[in-house]
Nanobody
Framework: QVQLVESGGGLVQAGDSLRLSCAASGPAFRRYAVGWFRQAPGKEREFVGCINWSGAATYYADSVKGLFTISRDNAKNTVYLQMNSLKPEDTAVYYC???????????????????WGQGTQVTVSS
């Protein structure tokens, strides 16, 4: 399994942009798909988007499509979540998670992900 550490969270204003990073350590990170999830206060954790092992394919929740972009740099063992036009409803703890397999289909199902980071807080003020 890989170990994941998120960073880049903080307090921003509505309309601002923020880029989160998910740094991985462990063997063969390039063989893992990575997903981003978030959990707002008092709500269940929800899927944000994911990227396949190579970075060639991404899949997003409808709520963030066109606003958030996931990319990865396998040479740096890092996956990014670029968030634009942030809204107060984007306030949440954001988690990255890794799922082993180069042929794994894109999925937002939490149970398919093997490793999770500790999360980073994003707060968007109005």
């Amino acid at each position: 399994q890989v170990q994941l550490v998120e960073s880049g969270g903080g307090l921003v204003q509505a309309g601002d942009s923020l880029r989160l990073s998910c740094a991985a350590s462990g063997p063969a990170f390039r063989r893992y798909a990575v997903g981003w999830f978030r959990q707002a206060p008092g709500k269940e954790r929800e899927f944000v988007g994911c990227i396949n092992w190579s970075g060639a394919a991404t899949y997003y929740a409808d709520s963030v499509k066109g606003l958030f972009t996931i990319s990865r740099d396998n040479a740096k063992n890092t996956v990014y979540l670029q968030m634009n036009s942030l809204k107060p409803e984007d306030t949440a703890v954001y988690y990255c998670a890794a799922r082993y397999g180069t042929t794994a289909p894109m999925s937002g199902l939490e149970s398919l992900y093997d490793s999770w980071g500790q999360g980073t807080q994003v707060t968007v003020s109005s």
